[in-house]
């Protein structure tokens, strides 16, 4: 089992750049792949990006690519969401999750979910 703490959501302009973290609980982080998921205030929650176990693989939606980055540190058990030119329907509260097995964009397949992070993106 594991924990997922998010942090380092926030209010930013137009164009803006912010880097989301999770960190995990537990010792066997680097069996998880994990992922990057959002929800809009309406919306369902949608697929933003996903690594691998070793970070050697990624995954991620059509509209964040070239955006955003998703990255891992397996020594300090934490994956991170960097994202750049920030648009206003960016806007939501963005979850990582963990699953043992391999890339998925299906939140369904994912196994632990944090309590999610808001980013919030002004005109």
């Given at each position: 089992q594991v924990q997922l703490v998010e942090s380092g959501g926030g209010?930013?302009?137009?164009?803006?750049?912010?880097?989301?973290?999770?960190?995990?609980?537990?010792?066997?982080f680097s069996s998880y792949t994990m992922g990057?998921?959002?929800q809009a205030p309406g919306k369902e929650r949608e697929f933003v990006a996903a690594i691998s176990r070793m970070g050697i693989s990624t995954s991620y939606a059509e509209h964040v690519k070239g955006r955003f980055t998703i990255f891992r540190?397996?020594?300090k058990t934490t994956v991170y969401?960097?994202?750049n030119s920030l648009k206003p329907e960016d806007t939501a509260?963005?979850?990582?999750?963990?699953?043992?097995?391999?890339?998925?964009a299906l939140s369904s397949q994912y196994d632990y979910w944090g309590q999610g992070t808001q980013v919030t993106v002004s005109p």
């Amino acid at each position: 089992q594991v924990q997922l703490v998010e942090s380092g959501g926030g209010l930013v302009q137009a164009g803006g750049s912010l880097r989301l973290s999770c960190a995990a609980s537990g010792r066997t982080f680097s069996s998880y792949t994990m992922g990057w998921f959002r929800q809009a205030p309406g919306k369902e929650r949608e697929f933003v990006a996903a690594i691998s176990r070793m970070g050697i693989s990624t995954s991620y939606a059509e509209h964040v690519k070239g955006r955003f980055t998703i990255f891992r540190d397996n020594a300090k058990t934490t994956v991170y969401l960097r994202m750049n030119s920030l648009k206003p329907e960016d806007t939501a509260v963005y979850y990582c999750a963990a699953r043992t097995l391999r890339l998925s964009a299906l939140s369904s397949q994912y196994d632990y979910w944090g309590q999610g992070t808001q980013v919030t993106v002004s005109p």
